[in-house]
Nanobody, 114 residues
Framework: QVQLVESGGGLVQPGGSLRLSCAASGSIFRTMGWSRQAPGKERETVAA???????SYADSVKGRFTISRDNAENTVYLQMSSLKPEDTAVYYCNARTVYGSDAWGQGTLVTVSS
């Protein structure tokens, strides 16, 4: 009964910022992260964070995106800055529980355009 609810997607101008949120429920989450898929391209992992706060990022977003989590609220965030048109994609939240099961959100669309 694990559930992930995403929010925060929308239209933003190049160079702008946007924060995505993912509220998880139903378990204790060892790792949470974000991936994205642009039209005609394969899905790629963007960022991940452990319960202890260890983070990792794709090379394409290093220095621009920041992942964080609030363990008390079971929420993970993706702060996106200096956005580029090539960042346009559907962004998906993913979580792995301490029991080894995985769950995915429905996805939220981010469009970077002037």
């Amino acid at each position: 009964q694990v559930q992930l609810v995403e929010s925060g997607g929308g239209l933003v101008q190049p160079g702008g910022s946007l924060r995505l949120s993912c509220a998880a429920s139903g378990s204790i989450f060892r790792t949470m992260g974000w991936s994205r898929q642009a039209p005609g391209k394969e899905r790629e992992t963007v960022a991940a964070i452990t319960r202890g706060g260890s983070t990792s990022y794709a090379d394409s977003v290093k220095g621009r995106f920041t992942i964080s989590r609030d363990n008390a609220e079971n929420t993970v965030y993706l702060q996106m800055s200096s956005l580029k048109p090539e960042d346009t994609a559907v962004y998906y939240c993913n979580a792995r529980t301490v029991y080894g099961s995985d769950a995915w959100g429905q996805g939220t669309l981010v469009t970077v355009s002037s």
